[in-house]
């Protein structure tokens, strides 16, 4: 068989799983966990043997026209170069853990066949955007993946949280798509064609007619599909999802694919010096603001969303410099590392009954309780922190070197504002990283006071995806010189000058927040209840403890009965670090409140006058034209009353009305 066909088999196989899961879940539903697990494992496997086939050589190139259009061509093609085989292995390897993981994740949930269903049908989405060859059918997986978001961050839609969440992620990164699709549109007209190939082409010879206005316009798209400044507020606020669904959303689906995309059209961004610039200026803010909210967050999954923002900061950065090999390993890497930690995340809400990490912080011995999550989470950690030899130090290294490379004067096409930006915002968020992936490790696993519930061993569909997917958040890195045809020949080697930046940045990080925990820890355990904080803050913490609690309906579907959340005072070095900062990080910066006030309130306005135009005035002519016949009808109604004499009697009357009339216009003429 060759390469293509078994290329077109990878995506299709999730395809005809999720079809079938969708069809049969209800009347057949032991076929339901089976057409789940394999034709995603199936196609994880071809992905593979794709990948060996293709050998990071030249870029396999094939095409069939869909259907004539008349003016620009539509057509299935595929494109499997380096980076497109080496991400559809991880979209295979994240998505096929993440069914096993839920198979017993989800094991009581009444609606596990429609979830299973979906999660299949966004991988197979996914892998039509990593494979396609023409830009038309990236966009049909590209859409896919927004509509499938939507009903699995909605998964439990009978709470407010789930609802708001799932309809809020919709609506941004439609937002962000309508620019891109007249991007799309724009990019397609000066190049002729929707095929990568050609447009790439046509790139280089110099033909597009508008390079940074479409530059800009696909920029808004990828800022919403991969949640960047400022259309990342939907990521934190789809952690009401599955926790499963956030690990497929976060490592290899969804965000992903805007970052893929634009290492797909690099050249493109390329050709404008001034969108590199917004790219870098994007990715800076991104990076630097969502590790300070990371730092205050006390649910443990939005601490993880908000880590997927800056992470993905730094591949954007990469992209910024001209680096997309840079981009595409971190994002290899990350993927590997960030599905480990979310789905360790739901192992530990399984055990601790809250996502609360002040409630944890007040729970001892968890650890101890579910140790595969433990040992793989501090792995997962450490290559987050980018701490050596962890694939996280590697692949972040490769962003650092790019963007000093870049501020040295030494790109291309990349300005040195773009790398000075990306260097000095890559380093300060390697110290907050380290900073909040230590906190959350301390107030997770080193917490104080009552024992943590012990409900006996995980299953092994949780723990033995864990230890699989820990593999490769430690040895993926050590990849990046066998791996280099695969990522164009570059060498992704880390320099001594970014070591020792962004390693002595981290290692700073996670002393400090080590330190300030101790104190707080020692605050806390010395001075009687409600010495150590105020009323009003141990209120806040208990509060927060129960609303995380409350909130996720995932804690209440799959664990057992949980002793209520622990009050009292939580060690959080969050608070310290951050000082007055913090209450303003907590809520994101506020930008929820900003965009109500800049957007929702006027658009809502706005439709409020629109209404009351339409029911008020528009309406009240519709009611008029309507009003005078149904008075001339009633008049005539009054005229018919049945007696045959008072016709007969009007008859006359107006026939001597008429002879009268007749005779005087005869006179008047004749006198005339």
């Known amino acids: 068989m060759s390469t293509p066909t ?43 043997l794709v990948a060996f086939r293709q050998g990071g050589g030249k870029a396999i190139d094939t095409a069939t026209e869909l259907t004539p259009t008349g003016s620009v061509p539509i057509e299935l093609s595929l494109h499997l170069d380096g980076f497109a085989v080496l991400v559809a292995v991880l979209v295979g390897l994240v998505a096929t853990c993440v069914q096993v993981y839920s198979t017993a994740y989800l094991r009581d949930d009444p609606r596990y066949p429609s979830y299973a269903g ?150 493109v961004f ?12 994007m990715a800076a803010v991104t990076m630097v603001g969502s590790a300070l909210a990371a730092l205050a967050q006390d649910d443990i999954k939005r601490v993880l969303a908000y880590s997927t923002i800056g992470q993905l900061g730094y591949m954007t950065g990469a992209l910024a410099v ?62 987050l922190a980018a701490i050596p030899p962890f694939a996280g130090f590697f692949s972040k290294e490769a962003v650092l070197v790019a963007a000093e490379h870049t501020a040295g004067g030494h790109s291309e096409f990349a300005p040195s504002a773009a790398g000075w930006l990306v260097l000095v915002a890559g380093v300060l968020t390697a110290l907050l990283t380290a900073a909040y992936a230590t906190r959350l490790w301390l107030m997770a696993f080193r917490g104080r006071g009552a024992a943590a519930p012990d409900h006996g061993k995980e299953p092994v569909a949780m723990t033995g995806v864990l230890w699989l997917l820990a593999i490769p958040s430690v040895g993926f890195g050590l990849l990046a010189g066998p791996l280099a045809d695969f990522f164009d020949g570059h060498e992704l080697t880390p320099s001594l000058t970014t070591s020792v930046l962004g390693t002595g940045a981290a290692v700073v990080g996670g002393v400090l927040t080590y330190a300030l925990w101790q104190r707080a820890e020692a605050k806390a355990v010395l001075a009687p209840a409600g010495a150590a904080a105020t009323r009003a803050e141990v209120s806040q ?36 670090l951050l000082g007055p900062l913090h209450r303003h990080a907590a809520a994101g910066f506020h ?9 929702v309130r006027p658009v809502r306005a706005a439709a409020g006058l629109v209404r009351f135009l339409d029911r008020e005035v528009v309406d009240s ?5 309507g009003l005078a016949p149904r008075l001339l009808g009633g008049l005539v109604r009054r005229a018919q009353t049945g007696n045959v004499q008072s016709y007969l009697s009007a008859l006359l009357a107006g026939a001597v009305v008429l002879a009268i009339a007749t005779a005087v216009l005869a006179n008047v003429n004749a006198g005339s």
Not at 591 to 599: E, G, K, N, T, W
Not at 621 to 625: K, L, M
Request: glycine residues 10%.
């Open 118 to 267: 979906l999660v299949s049908l966004f991988t197979s989405a996914m892998l039509l955007v990593v494979y396609s060859g023409d830009l038309m059918v990236l966009l049909v997986g590209w859409e896919v993946m927004g509509i499938c978001s939507y009903f699995l961050v909605g998964h439990y839609w009978e709470t407010e949280a789930a609802r708001s969440a799932s309809l809020k992620a919709f609506l941004v990164t439609k937002l962000g798509d309508v620019p891109f699709l007249i991007g799309l549109f724009a990019l397609a007209t000066d190049a002729g064609s929707f095929r990568i190939t050609k447009i790439l082409g046509t790139v280089a010879a110099g033909g597009l007619d508008h390079p940074t206005l479409i530059a800009l316009l696909l920029l808004a798209g990828v800022a919403g599909k991969s949640a960047q400044f400022p259309l990342h507020t939907w990521l934190p606020d789809a952690m009401a999802g599955p926790t499963p669904v956030s690990a497929l959303i976060h490592a290899a689906t969804m965000v992903a694919a805007g970052v893929y995309f634009v290492a797909r059209l690099l050249p």
């Open 6 to 48: 078994l290329a077109v088999l990878v995506p299709l196989l999730p395809f005809l799983g999720a079809l079938a899961g969708l069809l049969l879940g209800r009347t057949a539903p032991g076929f339901v966990k089976p057409l789940a697990i394999l034709p995603t494992l199936g196609a994880a496997v071809l992905a593979v």
């Open 322 to 383: 001209g680096d997309r090999s840079a981009a595409v390993f971190h994002l290899l890497s990350h993927g590997a590392f960030k599905a480990l930690l979310f789905l360790g995340a739901g192992v530990i809400i399984h055990a601790a009954g809250t996502n609360s990490l002040s409630a944890m912080s007040r729970m001892r011995g968890l650890p101890g309780r579910i140790p595969d999550a433990f040992w793989t989470m501090t792995i997962a950690l450490l290559a």
């Open 621 to 625: 002519y519709v009611r008029g034209a």
């Open 591 to 599: 930008l929820d409140a900003v965009y109500d006030r800049l957007f």
């Open 541 to 576: 913490a208990v509060a927060a403890a129960a609303e995380s609690a409350a909130e996720t309906p995932e804690v209440g579907e799959v664990t057992h009965d949980h002793p209520a959340v622990p009050a009292g005072p939580a060690a959080d070095p969050g608070r310290a």
């Open 270 to 281: 390329a050709a404008s010096r001034a969108a590199l610039v917004v790219m870098a200026v």
